[in-house]
Structure formats: C-alpha cells, structure tokens
C-alpha cells in the first residue's frame, strides 16, 4: 500500500530523534517572512541571495550553482515560499555534510530560516548502503477478526522496521529500535482520511552482524509492527 507506506515514512523521517541518531541527506527548510532574503550554505560556500517567495525551482538552482554542489546531485521540492525539502543525491547522497543557512536579511524583524534535518529512512533495502539508515519491508496479509460476537473484517498490513549501520554500534540501533516503540506502538495513523485502529507491535527479531567483506562491519536489528484499518 504505497500511501501507507509514505504515511510511514513521513512519520518516522520527521521526528528529531530519529534524525540524531540517523542522519539522512534530505532537510526541510521553512521561512517565517513576508519579505527579504535568505543564504544557504553547504560545505562552507554559501548561496547567493534567495527571496523568501523563492520557488523550488530557483532555491535548487542557487545550490547547483555552489562549487560544492554541482548539477545532478540536489533536488529541491516544495511550494513558492516553501517550505522546501532538500534532498542531496547522486555523489552528495551519502556524505554527511550538512546543509545550514542565514534568514539575517529576511523581513520584518524577527522572521526566521530554520532547517530541519531528516531521518534515513527508506522504504527498500539496499545491498551496500554506505550510511546508517532505517528500513522497511511490507509483509503482506489479510483476514478476519472476531468481535463483541461478530465478525469485523479489516485490512492488515504487516512491516518489518529494521535498522542498518556501518558506523554507529549497537547502542544507536537498541536506541532507534527504542524509538520506533515510542513511535508506533498502539499510535494511529490516517492515510486517505482513513483512521487506522492502531499500530501494532507483533514481534521483536534479533539483532546480528556481519562483514561486507572489505572489513566493515554492519549491525543491525528489528522488529514488526502491524497496521490494521476498519471497514
């Protein structure tokens, strides 16, 4: 279930914790203004100026420009004025550089530029990541479920959140598995104005490592957690 799964991941990409402990390559950037202007800076060279009403279009071609950037490895979404997702791709994708900036010039007084990094979250396993990253896979099923005497049929969707690093040790994974249990566990979500009747946490799986061969070593764990929406 596509929007499910970006129901997922957004919930799960946004919370601040989650991006502490893994720090992915896309940022949302948001401007409190009505006028002025703003920089971005990325690996210590900073944009030329950027209007607070700026599309995607031209916030992405300020940062094409940096000697830092290049074409083909960002890409800028959002609405004029944004706020903007940033997402650092091709051989930006992985680099850990983070992504800063200055609203000093946007106006009135008092108007911000905050940019908030995401969590590494996607939605398929790669074979050799070269970061810490979450993932997870859908396991599908369906079936009936008995209650107050009658039979209520709902739609199951069954995840496996696993977590991936070639870095970080066994504490970050225990504490974003940790997360994940805060997150999800009895939450609800609500996908196509659909209110799911909750999130559950089916089973914990356990955590091994192991060698891609060049002598890193890779750590991970996870757990599954079922979504169930009423008729």
Same mark, same amino acid.
């Given at each position: 279930?596509?929007?499910?799964? =970006?129901?997922?991941?957004?919930?799960?990409?946004?919370?601040?914790?989650?991006?502490?402990?893994?720090?992915?390559?896309?940022?949302?950037?948001?401007?409190?203004?009505?006028?002025?202007?703003?920089?971005?800076?990325?690996?210590?060279?900073?944009?030329?100026?950027?209007?607070?009403?700026?599309?995607?279009? /031209?916030? =992405?071609?300020?940062?094409?420009?940096?000697?830092?950037?290049?074409?083909?490895?960002?890409?800028?979404?959002?609405?004029? &004025?944004?706020?903007? /997702?940033?997402?650092?791709?091709?051989?930006?994708?992985?680099? *850990?550089?983070?992504?800063?900036?200055? &609203?000093?010039?946007?106006?009135?007084?008092?108007?911000?530029?905050?940019?908030?990094?995401?969590?590494?979250?996607?939605?398929? $396993?790669?074979?050799?990541?070269?970061?810490?990253?979450?993932?997870?896979?859908?396991?599908? !099923?369906?079936?009936?479920?008995?209650?107050? *005497?009658?039979?209520?049929?709902?739609?199951?969707?069954?995840?496996?959140?696993? @977590?991936?690093? =070639? &870095?970080?040790?066994?504490?970050?994974?225990?504490?974003?598995?940790?997360?994940?249990?805060?997150?999800?566990?009895?939450?609800?979500?609500?996908?196509? &104005?659909?209110? @799911?009747?909750?999130?559950?946490?089916?089973?914990?799986?356990?955590?091994?490592? !192991?060698?891609?061969?060049?002598?890193?070593?890779?750590?991970?764990?996870?757990?599954?957690? $079922?979504?169930?929406?009423?008729?």
């Amino acid at each position: 279930m596509i929007v499910l799964e =970006q129901t997922l991941m957004s919930l799960l990409s946004t919370d601040t914790t989650l991006a502490t402990l893994l720090p992915g390559n896309a940022y949302l950037a948001t401007v409190t203004a009505t006028g002025g202007t703003f920089t971005l800076t990325f690996n210590a060279v900073t944009t030329a100026a950027i209007a607070e009403a700026a599309t995607a279009v /031209t916030v =992405q071609a300020a940062l094409v420009a940096l000697s830092t950037v290049g074409t083909g490895n960002v890409v800028v979404t959002g609405n004029a &004025g944004g706020p903007w /997702t940033v997402t650092f791709i091709g051989t930006l994708a992985n680099t *850990g550089l983070a992504l800063s900036g200055s &609203g000093a010039l946007l106006t009135p007084g008092g108007s911000t530029l905050v940019i908030a990094q995401r969590a590494a979250v996607y939605n398929t $396993v790669a074979v050799k990541p070269p970061a810490s990253y979450l993932t997870f896979a859908l396991i599908p !099923g369906k079936g009936p479920e008995y209650a107050f *005497g009658g039979v209520v049929a709902y739609e199951e969707f069954r995840y496996q959140m696993t @977590c991936t690093t =070639q &870095g970080p040790g066994r504490a970050t994974i225990a504490a974003v598995l940790d997360r994940l249990d805060a997150l999800l566990s009895g939450a609800t979500l609500v996908v196509s &104005g659909r209110t @799911c009747w909750g999130v559950e946490k089916a089973s914990d799986n356990p955590g091994e490592s !192991g060698y891609d061969g060049a002598g890193a070593l890779w750590q991970w764990g996870g757990a599954d957690y $079922v979504v169930s929406f009423g008729d």
